[in-house]
């Protein structure tokens, strides 16, 4: 099982930016992928941004293209750095691991362990 923290969250205005972290822990070393999902109130979760963890290759959801980028380093940390805020950006936003290799990583059954999720507000 890997354990994953979020931090970074918080309040912002239209059009700021925030980063996101997502520290790992645990038996990390059969990860595949990492990747951010988010829920906005009364929506079901986002697929947002994944990145696999030998290949460094990235993958983005559409609503997120161009505004968001996902990166790690090898201390086993996720970051989400996000520009060009919107108000439809906020929601509770969640990291998670992924095991399975080849995955298309952009769906919620593709991983395996969840963070306990960070508020991102937007206003406008």
């Known amino acids: 099982q890997v354990h994953l923290v979020e931090s970074g969250g918080g309040l912002v205005q239209a059009g700021g930016s925030l980063r996101l972290s997502c520290a790992a822990s645990?038996?990390?070393?059969?990860?595949?992928?990492m990747g951010w999902f988010r829920q906005a109130p009364g929506k079901g979760r986002e697929f947002v941004a994944s990145?696999?963890?030998?290949?460094?290759?990235p993958y983005y959801g559409d609503s997120v293209k161009g505004r968001f980028t996902i990166s790690r380093n090898y201390a086993k940390t996720v970051y989400l750095q996000m520009n060009s805020l919107k108000p439809e950006d906020t929601a509770v936003y969640y990291c998670?691991?992924?095991?399975?290799?080849?995955?298309?990583?952009?769906?919620?059954?593709?991983?395996?362990?969840w963070g306990q999720g960070t508020q991102v507000t937007v206003s406008s």
């Open positions: 998670a691991a992924s095991r399975t290799y080849g995955s298309s990583r952009a769906r919620e059954a593709d991983f395996d362990s």
């Open positions: 645990g038996r990390t070393s059969s990860t595949y992928a």
């Open positions: 990145i696999t963890w030998i290949t460094d290759n």
